[in-house]
């Protein structure tokens, strides 16, 4: 098994696409290990100030047990690392949330299973220091000094956080959050309000859902509804059966009913009786 | 014991765990199944096999018609068809179905020449019969060697003389002539009329039945020498001792395409038939007891099934000759009696003795000819439901018909037949009874299956087709309990206990037709309202080489009885008898022997009764046991030993607590009433900003179909953490993981309201809020302990912890509005609203309808936890939702047609592995109408759907009144070729459980079904028993128990702190695992007690792939050149398989090489 390991002296290599394989083992005792592969950042179409072209490592395959701070011990020998983002897929990076204030209680689920990171270094040198490790040994993750936990410890661990919860905590964070939400809805309204009932430049007044005289909300089951009801109203008016034509016409449905019917249960039938449906035992 | 799987099937399923849709099954290869005639006892399972696969291309398409094919101005033939169609037949499908049907059944041309031959040549054989030597009748050193006589001589001694010679004629009758002999069975009937040596007075003590079996015995031998024949063999006559048959089939390949039958008879009118008047006795008592000199003062007993049997060997001719008459011109009548065979077949009543034979459907057919309630231009399809009709209205053990034209004082009175049988069907001559072999249960049976398929026909909603003629209903799947009398032998002495000498005389010994009626009456009397149908197996008749003896009445098999419980009075512990003092007091005592006792009863009467023991509803569903085996005992002579009782075998495995009284009803109820207090108690809290306007149940438990309901727990503090400040407990690393407390997840909607934001995050926070306040409110008022959470409230009480989740209804429409750019608000589903919409929406509506159902259905829960608990012990109900299980067990008890909703949670389990194995998946939505409120018109609609939109929808496609496009029970699961090995697990499992519960000389190990066979499976991940908090659920108990922290239930100990909730180690470990390594594998476990994780790795994943920067995870980089191409770690991710489940794996156990790449 594994004979890539084999074939390479030091246990880190090079991709022809550009990465470097970095290997990784959960413990000292592990007889296997991961490989992470690392290359510089480089997506044209992103400019965001987030992950500067020249200053990131995008890093692949990061085993599920290795945390944010492992990756961070991992790496820091390269150079001061200013930040790290988790991502399960590579992508563009999210929206900003409109919430800047980091939930305790709200967070969205963290990232599961092996990941991929984008490492912002302070330097653009340690890119490419990154990118030159080649360790003999496959780098450890759960040291002594830093066991990492996993399997049953990590599921207590776990439960035990989720339980102990402070409820007056959550209620401040609560709270805190309304209150910014009220105050933004306030001036949402308010800005709103002041359109409303004004005739702009060619005589349109604008009619907005707070406003005085409310109007029809302008939503796709709205629109629905009054197309409907004139169809009702429509069809009230007409006559049915009334002119010979409208005979004939029904009559000739009629057929055209059956005939459908009747080739949709030929068809039916012809497909049971190939599958020996008819076999009654 | 493993079950062995079709190791083809299961490779077929792994090789292709993509989502390819269509074409996976196709290359299965049509099993041929060759042989025509023979139908055998794997006829259900051969067509099952069948249906689950399909051809290249068998999926319905939506049919397009152009414009001008659909307008182009009708044919006359056309209109005529169409319109004939209405009037003949229920719908167009139906009459081309019927036509299928019959041309299945039909004998081919081809068929028909063989047959024709075969008869000549044995005509002509039979004309050079040589004639040997006049000898006394007891005299039988004359029967060639090879040859037995196949009539039980008992007594031996008989007067008379025999001797063989070419029979008088050779004619054939029965239903080969009439054109209404069809397959599987095809039986051609000979009549062979004896020569002249008879006497007139043959009639007497069996001699005529002596010279019949001599003869034939004769005719065997001379046969048998011509090497013309596959095989010679004797059988009776429907199961009649005293009528032995000759079998014949042809030789080489086409010997299992027809059985000739061989019957003797004598010339017509030679014995007189008012000899054989129902009151006479033609069977002598003394001779019968072998006594020398007969007794004088003894009046004999009429012996009218002996005088039957003569008789209609007599009118063999005369019945095929009036059946002709009737079918001629009458094109219905042919087609008719072949689908009403194929009906009797189906529910197992066309052969044995007292059977509703095919002979008799065509009597019956002629009959309602005559009476004019069928005419000559009826369809097959009008002439097998006005003869259903007519058994469902007419009761011919009360009112007997005839077939007697005009009246004839010489004839005996119908009265008279009443007297001397239980079912009455007189033949145009007026002498013979052709339901006389027939018991009142067999007929009531039939009366019962009419009425049923009546009420299948007149309902729009069903295909009554295929309910009807095509489902077989084979006993341990129709009845709800079922037991055997292996030993029949046992019926002899129960012949004794019950004084039925002059019964035994008139059947010729048969202990087994003579004993039988007044066991059925006796066990009807004493189950009384208990049970809607009480049934009886018919004897089968055995087949035997002519050179063995003849087979005895007790080895003929076993005798099964079926029952059809009612379950409005079936689980009654008290049985009231008439009062103290009145007249039937004497008899019900007599009744029930000294189970009797006199009570006084509320309303201060004394009456007789008899009290049941019965604890548990499990113990209550098995009190029809108690009283067969007693009355048995009592009345028979039969010991508790001989009666093997099917009624509750399954249930082990979903009992629950130590003492196995209770399969967990009772927990249930306990969980809802505790959830019904809490809802009152919600709905009642003072001081909440809003209302609450429902509380809804959304969880298994509270719809009585969790596999093991949550029992109140005590825990144990020394065994926890105990964490004051939060007034929790939370589990310790190194003790066994905690003893499993489910959440049960309740749904609390709040009032709608101007204040609530219109923003999904607000709405969120705000219901973080409510969480707290309805925690506080409820900890204040009702001194509840709760923990609040942002996205839930648990409480703790009685024992139970339930898992509050606050619900607002617009918050839906907030999350699907999407804003399109010229300002309209649109509404579109995505996931986060489709799983909102799935908790509030669709889990509590299921729930509460569910729970309804459970109301109506008392065996519902038990049904489907049976069914959830089989899912999980193959390791798939991670595949399988919980939803959809209950949802297919409802189906079968929403739509029990053929059969009638199930009362026992033993035959709902049959059918749920019947209903996955014969359903076709790919072809047919299953609608589960769930309060009956999708309309016939609404079905169509969700028919055509289907088809049109087939390749989009999920494998299994499951509507229910609130969810009749998407199915979205079964949305995530099963896949194509999970569903395929679901089907094939449960037609394994079905057939090894049909064997074991109807065959008593089996195994007896029902647990075979539950343990999944695991030589599939790649790796296989041993946990460590102690940290599988369900352990003890295990399938096969487990013989160590770990001690989780449960104080036993009458202890005394403090509920002041949460309990650990939802801790399931194993759950986390699988979680992890599929986050982990979904692309390369798929992962196994049995929730209930399993201690193996299988892995089945994905064989598209393994292919080396190029370096792709998603498709990198887990997987290992090999250099070729310039190239990277990347397999899978293995090796690393074996040990992670470990490393993950720290503490929890025991071992890892790879069992095949597959993975080397």
Same mark, same amino acid.
């Given at each position: 098994?594994?004979?890539?390991?084999?074939?390479?002296?030091?246990?880190?290599?090079?991709?022809?696409?550009?990465?470097?394989?970095?290997?990784?083992?959960?413990?000292?005792?592990?007889?296997?290990?991961?490989?992470?592969?690392?290359?510089?950042?480089?997506?044209?179409?992103?400019?965001?100030?987030?992950?500067?072209?020249?200053?990131?490592?995008?890093?692949?395959?990061?085993?599920?047990?290795?945390?944010?701070?492992?990756?961070?011990?991992?790496?820091?020998?390269?150079?001061?690392?200013?930040?790290?983002?988790?991502?399960?897929?590579?992508?563009?990076?999210?929206?900003?949330?409109?919430?800047?204030?980091?939930?305790?209680?709200?967070?969205?689920?963290?990232?599961?299973?092996?990941?991929?990171?984008?490492?912002?270094?302070?330097?653009?040198?340690?890119?490419?220091?990154?990118?030159?490790?080649?360790?003999?040994?496959?780098?450890?993750?759960?040291?002594?000094?830093?066991?990492?936990?996993?399997?049953?410890?990590?599921?207590?661990?776990?439960?035990?956080?989720?339980?102990?919860?402070?409820?007056?905590?959550?209620?401040?964070?609560?709270?805190?959050?309304?209150?910014?939400?009220?105050?933004?809805?306030?001036?949402?309204?308010?800005?709103?309000?002041?359109?409303?009932?004004?005739?702009?430049?060619?005589?349109?007044?604008?009619?907005?859902?707070?406003?005085?005289?409310?109007?029809?909300?302008?939503?796709?089951?709205?629109?629905?509804?009054?197309?409907?009801?004139?169809?009702?109203?429509?069809?009230?008016?007409?006559?049915?059966?009334?002119?010979?034509?409208?005979?004939?016409?029904?009559?000739?449905?009629?057929?055209?009913?059956?005939?459908?019917?009747?080739?949709?249960?030929?068809?039916?039938?012809?497909?049971?009786?190939?599958?020996?449906?008819?076999?009654?035992? | 014991?493993?079950?062995?799987?079709?190791?083809?099937?299961?490779?077929?399923?792994?090789?292709?765990?993509?989502?390819?849709?269509?074409?996976?099954?196709?290359?299965?290869?049509?099993?041929?199944?060759?042989?025509?005639?023979?139908?055998?006892?794997?006829?259900?399972?051969?067509?099952?096999?069948?249906?689950?696969?399909?051809?290249?291309?068998?999926?319905?398409?939506?049919?397009?018609?152009?414009?001008?094919?659909?307008?182009?101005?009708?044919?006359?033939?056309?209109?005529?068809?169409?319109?004939?169609?209405?009037?003949?037949?229920?719908?167009?499908?139906?009459?081309?179905?019927?036509?299928?049907?019959?041309?299945?059944?039909?004998?081919?041309?081809?068929?028909?020449?063989?047959?024709?031959?075969?008869?000549?040549?044995?005509?002509?054989?039979?004309?050079?019969?040589?004639?040997?030597?006049?000898?006394?009748?007891?005299?039988?050193?004359?029967?060639?060697?090879?040859?037995?006589?196949?009539?039980?001589?008992?007594?031996?001694?008989?007067?008379?003389?025999?001797?063989?010679?070419?029979?008088?004629?050779?004619?054939?009758?029965?239903?080969?002539?009439?054109?209404?002999?069809?397959?599987?069975?095809?039986?051609?009937?000979?009549?062979?009329?004896?020569?002249?040596?008879?006497?007139?007075?043959?009639?007497?003590?069996?001699?005529?039945?002596?010279?019949?079996?001599?003869?034939?015995?004769?005719?065997?031998?001379?046969?048998?020498?011509?090497?013309?024949?596959?095989?010679?063999?004797?059988?009776?006559?429907?199961?009649?001792?005293?009528?032995?048959?000759?079998?014949?089939? $042809?030789?080489?390949?086409?010997?299992?395409?027809?059985?000739?039958?061989?019957?003797?008879?004598?010339?017509?009118?030679?014995?007189?038939?008012?000899?054989?008047?129902?009151?006479?006795?033609?069977?002598?008592?003394?001779?019968?007891?072998?006594?020398?000199?007969?007794?004088?003062?003894?009046?004999?007993?009429?012996?009218?099934?002996?005088?039957?049997?003569?008789?209609?060997?007599?009118?063999?001719?005369?019945?095929?000759?009036?059946?002709?008459?009737?079918?001629?011109?009458?094109?219905?009548?042919?087609?008719?009696?072949?689908?009403?065979?194929?009906?009797?077949?189906?529910?197992?009543?066309?052969?044995?003795?007292?059977?509703?034979?095919?002979?008799?459907?065509?009597?019956?057919?002629?009959?309602?000819?005559?009476?004019?309630?069928?005419?000559?231009?009826?369809?097959?399809?009008?002439?097998?439901?006005?003869?259903?009709?007519?058994?469902?209205?007419?009761?011919?053990?009360?009112?007997?018909?005839?077939?007697?034209?005009?009246?004839?004082?010489?004839?005996?009175?119908?009265?008279?037949?009443?007297?001397?049988?239980?079912?009455?069907?007189?033949?145009?001559?007026?002498?013979?009874?052709?339901?006389?072999?027939?018991?009142?249960?067999?007929?009531?049976?039939?009366?019962?299956?009419?009425?049923?398929?009546?009420?299948?026909?007149?309902?729009?909603?069903?295909?009554?087709?295929?309910?009807?003629?095509?489902?077989?209903?084979?006993?341990?799947?129709?009845?709800?309990?079922?037991?055997?009398?292996?030993?029949?032998?046992?019926?002899?002495?129960?012949?004794?206990?019950?004084?039925?000498?002059?019964?035994?005389?008139?059947?010729?010994?048969?202990?087994?037709?003579?004993?039988?009626?007044?066991?059925?009456?006796?066990?009807?009397?004493?189950?009384?309202?208990?049970?809607?149908?009480?049934?009886?197996?018919?004897?089968?008749?055995?087949?035997?080489?002519?050179?063995?003896?003849?087979?005895?009445?007790?080895?003929?098999?076993?005798?099964?009885?079926?029952?059809?419980?009612?379950?409005?009075?079936?689980?009654?512990?008290?049985?009231?008898?008439?009062?103290?003092?009145?007249?039937?007091?004497?008899?019900?005592?007599?009744?029930?022997?000294?189970?009797?006792?006199?009570?006084?009863?509320?309303?201060?009467?004394?009456?007789?009764?008899?009290?049941?023991?019965?604890?548990?509803?499990?113990?209550?569903?098995?009190?029809?046991?108690?009283?067969?085996?007693?009355?048995?005992?009592?009345?028979?002579?039969?010991?508790?030993?001989?009666?093997?009782?099917?009624?509750?075998?399954?249930?082990?495995?979903?009992?629950?607590?130590?003492?196995?009284?209770?399969?967990?009803?009772?927990?249930?109820?306990?969980?809802?009433?505790?959830?019904?207090?809490?809802?009152?108690?919600?709905?009642?809290?003072?001081?909440?900003?809003?209302?609450?306007?429902?509380?809804?149940?959304?969880?298994?438990?509270?719809?009585?179909?969790?596999?093991?309901?949550?029992?109140?727990?005590?825990?144990?503090?020394?065994?926890?953490?105990?964490?004051?400040?939060?007034?929790?407990?939370?589990?310790?690393?190194?003790?066994?993981?905690?003893?499993?407390?489910?959440?049960?997840?309740?749904?609390?909607?709040?009032?709608?309201?101007?204040?609530?934001?219109?923003?999904?995050?607000?709405?969120?926070?705000?219901?973080?809020?409510?969480?707290?306040?309805?925690?506080?409110?409820?900890?204040?008022?009702?001194?509840?302990?709760?923990?609040?959470?942002?996205?839930?409230?648990?409480?703790?009480?009685?024992?139970?912890?339930?898992?509050?989740?606050?619900?607002?209804?617009?918050?839906?429409?907030?999350?699907?509005?999407?804003?399109?750019?010229?300002?309209?608000?649109?509404?579109?589903?995505?996931?986060?609203?489709?799983?909102?919409?799935?908790?509030?929406?669709?889990?509590?509506?299921?729930?509460?309808?569910?729970?309804?159902?459970?109301?109506?259905?008392?065996?519902?829960?038990?049904?489907?936890?049976?069914?959830?608990?089989?899912?999980?012990?193959?390791?798939?109900?991670?595949?399988?939702?919980?939803?959809?299980?209950?949802?297919?067990?409802?189906?079968?008890?929403?739509?029990?047609?053929?059969?009638?909703?199930?009362?026992?949670?033993?035959?709902?389990?049959?059918?749920?592995?019947?209903?996955?194995?014969?359903?076709?998946?790919?072809?047919?939505?299953?609608?589960?109408?769930?309060?009956?409120?999708?309309?016939?018109?609404?079905?169509?609609?969700?028919?055509?759907?289907?088809?049109?939109?087939?390749?989009?929808?999920?494998?299994?496609?499951?509507?229910?009144?609130?969810?009749?496009?998407?199915?979205?029970?079964?949305?995530?699961?099963?896949?194509?070729?999970?569903?395929?090995?679901?089907?094939?697990?449960?037609?394994?499992?079905?057939?090894?459980?049909?064997?074991?519960?109807?065959?008593?000389?089996?195994?007896?190990?029902?647990?075979?079904?539950?343990?999944?066979?695991?030589?599939?499976?790649?790796?296989?991940?041993?946990?460590?028993?102690?940290?599988?908090?369900?352990?003890?659920?295990?399938?096969?108990?487990?013989?160590?128990?770990?001690?989780?922290?449960?104080?036993?239930?009458?202890?005394?100990?403090?509920?002041?702190?949460?309990?650990?909730?939802?801790?399931?180690?194993?759950?986390?470990?699988?979680?992890?695992?599929?986050?982990?390594?979904?692309?390369?594998?798929?992962?196994?476990?049995?929730?209930?007690?399993?201690?193996?994780?299988?892995?089945?790795?994905?064989?598209?994943?393994?292919?080396?792939? $190029?370096?792709?920067?998603?498709?990198?995870?887990?997987?290992?980089?090999?250099?070729?050149?310039?190239?990277?191409?990347?397999? $899978?770690?293995?090796?690393?991710?074996?040990?992670?398989?470990?490393?993950?489940?720290?503490?929890?794996?025991?071992?890892?156990?790879?069992?095949?090489?597959?993975?080397?790449?």
């Amino acid at each position: 098994m594994a004979p890539t390991r084999k074939q390479h002296a030091s246990l880190g290599f090079e991709i022809p696409s550009g990465f470097t394989a970095i290997p990784v083992k959960f413990q000292l005792t592990s007889k296997s290990h991961h490989y992470l592969y690392v290359k510089e950042h480089r997506v044209r179409s992103e400019n965001n100030t987030k992950r500067p072209l020249d200053r990131t490592l995008f890093v692949l395959n990061i085993p599920p047990y290795c945390p944010e701070e492992c990756l961070y011990r991992i790496l820091s020998p390269c150079g001061l690392i200013q930040s790290i983002e988790l991502k399960e897929k590579p992508g563009p990076e999210e929206e900003p949330e409109p919430e800047p204030a980091p939930s305790k209680h709200f967070r969205t689920q963290s990232s599961k299973g092996f990941l991929v990171a984008y490492v912002v270094f302070k330097k653009a040198s340690s890119v490419t220091a990154a990118k030159k490790l080649r360790p003999k040994e496959a780098i450890v993750l759960s040291t002594e000094k830093q066991p990492i936990k996993t399997g049953l410890q990590r599921w207590v661990a776990q439960y035990s956080s989720a339980s102990l919860l402070q409820a007056d905590e959550l209620q401040a964070e609560v709270d805190a959050f309304m209150q910014a939400h009220d105050k933004r809805v306030a001036e949402e309204s308010a800005r709103l309000a002041e359109g409303d009932g004004v005739p702009d430049g060619e005589g349109w007044v604008k009619v907005t859902r707070g406003g005085r005289r409310p109007a029809l909300p302008r939503t796709e089951a709205a629109n629905l509804r009054a197309v409907e009801a004139e169809r009702r109203r429509r069809a009230k008016k007409e006559l049915l059966n009334f002119y010979t034509w409208q005979h004939r016409e029904s009559k000739r449905e009629h057929i055209a009913e059956l005939r459908k019917k009747f080739e949709e249960d030929k068809q039916r039938i012809a497909m049971m009786r190939e599958q020996r449906k008819f076999k009654p035992y | 014991m493993k079950m062995k799987m079709k190791r083809k099937v299961q490779e077929t399923a792994v090789m292709e765990m993509e989502k390819e849709n269509e074409e996976e099954l196709s290359d299965l290869s049509e099993e041929e199944d060759g042989d025509e005639g023979g139908g055998g006892p794997g006829g259900p399972l051969k067509r099952s096999r069948v249906q689950g696969k399909s051809l290249g291309d068998g999926v319905l398409k939506p049919v397009k018609l152009t414009k001008q094919e659909l307008y182009k101005p009708p044919t006359n033939e056309e209109l005529n068809r169409l319109q004939e169609t209405e009037s003949l037949f229920h719908s167009s499908l139906l009459r081309m179905q019927m036509e299928e049907l019959l041309k299945e059944v039909t004998l081919s041309e081809r068929r028909r020449k063989t047959i024709d031959s075969l008869v000549q040549e044995v005509t002509s054989l039979l004309a050079s019969v040589p004639e040997t030597t006049d000898t006394e009748l007891s005299d039988q050193s004359w029967v060639p060697r090879g040859v037995k006589v196949p009539l039980l001589q008992v007594p031996y001694s008989v007067k008379g003389r025999f001797r063989m010679a070419p029979p008088l004629s050779v004619k054939l009758v029965g239903s080969y002539p009439l054109g209404t002999c069809s397959k599987p069975d095809v039986n051609v009937d000979l009549a062979v009329t004896m020569p002249a040596v008879l006497h007139p007075k043959d009639y007497l003590n069996q001699r005529y039945h002596r010279k019949r079996a001599l003869y034939l015995t004769g005719l065997a031998h001379h046969l048998s020498s011509s090497h013309a024949f596959g095989s010679l063999r004797f059988t009776y006559h429907h199961g009649n001792h005293l009528r032995p048959l000759l079998l014949l089939t $042809p030789q080489g390949k086409e010997e299992r395409s027809v059985t000739l039958r061989l019957h003797v008879c004598p010339p017509a009118g030679f014995f007189k038939p008012s000899r054989f008047h129902p009151r006479k006795n033609n069977v002598r008592t003394a001779w019968f007891l072998g006594q020398e000199t007969p007794q004088q003062d003894i009046s004999e007993p009429p012996t009218p099934h002996y005088n039957n049997s003569v008789l209609s060997d007599m009118l063999l001719e005369s019945h095929k000759s009036f059946l002709s008459a009737s079918a001629a011109d009458f094109p219905g009548f042919r087609e008719g009696v072949a689908v009403i065979k194929v009906w009797l077949r189906q529910r197992e009543l066309h052969q044995g003795y007292g059977c509703f034979s095919g002979f008799l459907a065509s009597m019956l057919v002629a009959y309602l000819l005559s009476k004019h309630k069928i005419n000559s231009m009826m369809s097959a399809y009008q002439v097998l439901r006005n003869v259903l009709q007519f058994l469902a209205t007419t009761d011919l053990t009360e009112s007997g018909i005839t077939l007697v034209k005009g009246t004839d004082s010489t004839l005996p009175a119908l009265s008279e037949f009443h007297d001397a049988f239980q079912v009455v069907f007189v033949d145009p001559s007026g002498h013979v009874n052709l339901c006389g072999d027939m018991t009142a249960s067999k007929y009531r049976q039939v009366q019962h299956e009419a009425r049923l398929s009546m009420q299948v026909w007149d309902n729009p909603k069903l295909d009554g087709f295929h309910a009807l003629l095509m489902t077989p209903k084979p006993l341990v799947r129709t009845f709800d309990h079922i037991f055997h009398l292996p030993a029949v032998v046992k019926l002899q002495a129960a012949c004794k206990k019950m004084e039925l000498l002059s019964e035994l005389m008139d059947h010729a010994g048969n202990y087994v037709a003579a004993a039988l009626p007044f066991i059925m009456s006796l066990l009807q009397r004493g189950l009384g309202d208990r049970v809607r149908l009480l049934a009886h197996s018919l004897p089968q008749s055995p087949e035997w080489t002519i050179d063995s003896e003849p087979p005895k009445h007790k080895d003929k098999g076993l005798l099964s009885f079926g029952l059809l419980l009612n379950p409005e009075f079936s689980t009654n512990t008290l049985e009231r008898g008439p009062p103290a003092d009145s007249a039937q007091a004497l008899e019900f005592r007599k009744l029930w022997g000294e189970r009797a006792e006199l009570r006084r009863f509320q309303d201060g009467s004394i009456c007789e009764a008899v009290v049941w023991q019965g604890g548990s509803a499990f113990q209550k569903r098995l009190i029809p046991e108690q009283i067969i085996k007693h009355l048995l005992q009592l009345h028979a002579n039969i010991p508790e030993s001989s009666v093997r009782y099917v009624g509750a075998l399954l249930d082990e495995v979903i009992k629950v607590g130590r003492e196995g009284g209770s399969t967990g009803e009772e927990a249930s109820v306990q969980v809802i009433q505790s959830y019904d207090d809490l809802s009152r108690k919600l709905w009642n809290l003072d001081g909440l900003p809003l209302t609450v306007t429902s509380v809804q149940g959304a969880h298994p438990a509270l719809r009585y179909t969790q596999v093991f309901p949550p029992v109140p727990m005590k825990p144990d503090y020394s065994f926890f953490r105990v964490e004051k400040s939060h007034r929790s407990l939370l589990p310790l690393e190194g003790k066994p993981c905690p003893a499993y407390v489910p959440a049960i997840k309740v749904i609390c909607h709040m009032e709608g309201s101007g204040k609530w934001p219109q923003d999904r995050e607000a709405i969120r926070h705000i219901k973080a809020a409510f969480h707290i306040r309805l925690g506080e409110l409820l900890g204040q008022q009702h001194r509840l302990i709760c923990r609040p959470a942002p996205t839930h409230l648990d409480v703790y009480k009685d024992g139970l912890v339930f898992r509050v989740q606050v619900a607002y209804h617009r918050e839906l429409q907030i999350l699907r509005e999407t804003m399109t750019p010229e300002g309209m608000v649109r509404y579109r589903d995505n996931e986060e609203a489709l799983r909102l919409e799935l908790e509030t929406v669709h889990r509590p509506y299921l729930t509460s309808t569910l729970h309804g159902l459970q109301q109506q259905h008392s065996v519902f829960g038990a049904t489907a936890r049976l069914a959830k608990r089989w899912v999980g012990a193959h390791l798939l109900s991670a595949s399988l939702s919980e939803e959809s299980v209950d949802l297919l067990a409802a189906s079968l008890f929403l739509q029990p047609a053929p059969h009638t909703a199930p009362s026992s949670p033993q035959v709902g389990f049959l059918r749920f592995l019947h209903l996955l194995v014969s359903f076709d998946w790919r072809n047919d939505p299953l609608i589960v109408n769930l309060n009956g409120d999708i309309t016939a018109t609404e079905i169509t609609e969700i028919r055509n759907d289907f088809i049109a939109s087939r390749s989009s929808l999920p494998a299994m496609f499951i509507a229910t009144p609130k969810d009749k496009k998407n199915s979205v029970w079964t949305k995530e699961g099963p896949s194509v070729q999970i569903l395929q090995r679901l089907i094939v697990l449960a037609a394994e499992s079905l057939r090894v459980l049909e064997t074991q519960l109807t065959d008593p000389t089996q195994p007896q190990d029902v647990k075979m079904v539950l343990r999944p066979p695991l030589d599939i499976y790649d790796v296989l991940i041993h946990l460590n028993p102690k940290q599988v908090p369900l352990h003890a659920q295990a399938v096969d108990t487990p013989r160590i128990v770990f001690s989780r922290g449960a104080l036993p239930s009458g202890a005394a100990g403090g509920s002041g702190n949460m309990p650990v909730v939802d801790f399931n180690p194993v759950a986390c470990y699988l979680s992890e695992l599929r986050d982990a390594f979904e692309e390369l594998a798929l992962f196994f476990c049995d929730p209930f007690g399993g201690t193996v994780i299988a892995v089945l790795w994905k064989p598209q994943a393994f292919a080396p792939q $190029p370096f792709r920067t998603a498709h990198v995870k887990a997987r290992l980089v090999q250099v070729k050149g310039s190239e990277a191409q990347t397999v $899978p770690n293995v090796e690393a991710i074996l040990e992670d398989f470990e490393t993950l489940g720290a503490g929890l794996v025991r071992e890892v156990e790879v069992r095949s090489e597959r993975w080397t790449v």
